[in-house]
């Protein structure tokens, strides 16, 4: 890649990151018509999305000291973050990792056989030791690694990098996201103090899930690990469904229905709320301010209900979710879901722990 391509991606960049000052839970999809812009950073017709923002290619000293060559890497990163479409947090996770891991210098060596920015290791499959020393290669690789981790977006920075690195410190991540955020910032500005807007609710704020509607990452991600386990509690399966009042046929405490199963998720007491329960106490938002860890429900009685914890928007267009959910046809799945739901079963999305 050129230095002028560079720029260029390292401009966009910071054009959509300008998109993602829509409030706590932007990253996320909340937020309104920023959200998308936050989730990913092509629209619906797959073109870049680059409002008219004036931005700068990187220069030398931007982010706060870093020299030419970190900053240089650190575009390098996120300029492929944004090729693979990867979501701004995923950028700030990345860049994050590599302060940790290398302080953004492409080192031939490391611990063992560690190569390059984030000391990927040759031995454990990352690739051959002249592969790892190239930048965009490494970043590919990382990207490709964080992207398959399940609920990679509802973790903590700390997790998040931790499920790829597999790093023999694992809270040392944290103390890098705010110079990750930063230099996220300036990769693409030469002035980003001129930048009208503060980015850090786009790329750092965890959405709150629960009752109390303050819970943080943490919170969240168990959210999210209840749910995902059981796709395999029911000897390494998925817990079959079953409609009943029988505490002899509910599982952990829980119905085997999609509320019983929703409530588990989100850490109610079993055997868990039904779909008038949850949404009788909750709060009805819009699409577009959907976010993980909120709910899709149908309240129509005798056994005609659903709900589904949503986890993300699988495109900017938000025409699909990602999301958990307790069928007949299966048990527990997590699935592409459209939205609002298959066929034309209606649904309408909520926010729980919050009183209409």
């Known amino acids: 890649m050129s230095a002028r391509a560079l720029g260029a991606i390292a401009a966009g960049v910071i054009a959509s990151l300008v998109l993602c000052a829509g409030g706590i839970g932007a990253l996320f999809t909340g937020g309104g018509a920023a959200s998308a812009a936050c989730y990913g950073v092509v629209g619906p017709d797959e073109q870049p999305l680059l409002p008219t923002v004036p931005v700068s290619p990187p220069v030398v000293g931007a982010g706060g000291g870093w020299s030419s060559e970190q900053t240089a890497n650190a575009a390098m990163i996120v300029a492929v973050g944004v090729e693979l479409k990867v979501p701004p947090r995923g950028w700030v996770i990345a860049l994050a990792t590599a302060m940790q891991e290398s302080t953004l210098r492409n080192l031939p060596s490391g611990d063992r056989d560690s190569v390059g920015l984030f000391q990927q290791r040759p031995s454990q499959g990352w690739g051959t030791p ?94 999210f690990a209840r749910a995902h386990s059981w796709l395999t509690a029911w000897s390494g399966g998925p817990v079959p469904y079953l409609y009943s009042g029988n505490p002899g046929d509910w599982f952990q405490g829980y119905r085997r229905d999609c509320s019983g199963y929703v409530s588990m998720a989100l850490g109610l007491d079993g055997p868990g709320l039904n779909t008038a329960g949850l949404a009788a106490r909750s709060t009805v938002i819009a699409k577009t301010d959907l976010r993980p860890g909120d709910l899709l429900i149908n309240t129509a009685p005798d056994l005609r209900g659903h709900v589904v914890l949503f986890e993300r928007w699988s495109d900017p267009s938000m025409s699909h979710y990602y999301g958990y959910e307790q069928t007949g046809d299966g048990g527990t799945h997590h699935r592409l879901i459209p939205y609002p739901y298959f066929g034309d079963y209606p649904m309408i999305p909520y926010r729980y722990g919050r009183t209409r």
Do not use: E, H
């Open 130 to 223: 002249a592969q790892l020393r190239d930048p965009r290669y490494a970043a590919g690789k990382f990207y490709t690694a964080l992207l398959a981790v399940d609920g990679w977006q509802a973790m903590t920075l700390t997790d998040a990098a931790q499920a790829v690195q597999r790093s023999a410190y694992p809270d040392a991540y944290a103390k890098w996201q705010d110079d990750a955020i930063a230099l996220a910032r300036a990769v693409g500005s030469a002035n980003p103090s001129a930048l009208p807007v503060d980015l850090a609710p786009c790329l750092s704020i965890c959405p709150s899930a629960g009752s109390g509607g303050a819970a943080g990452c943490a919170d969240l991600a168990t959210v």
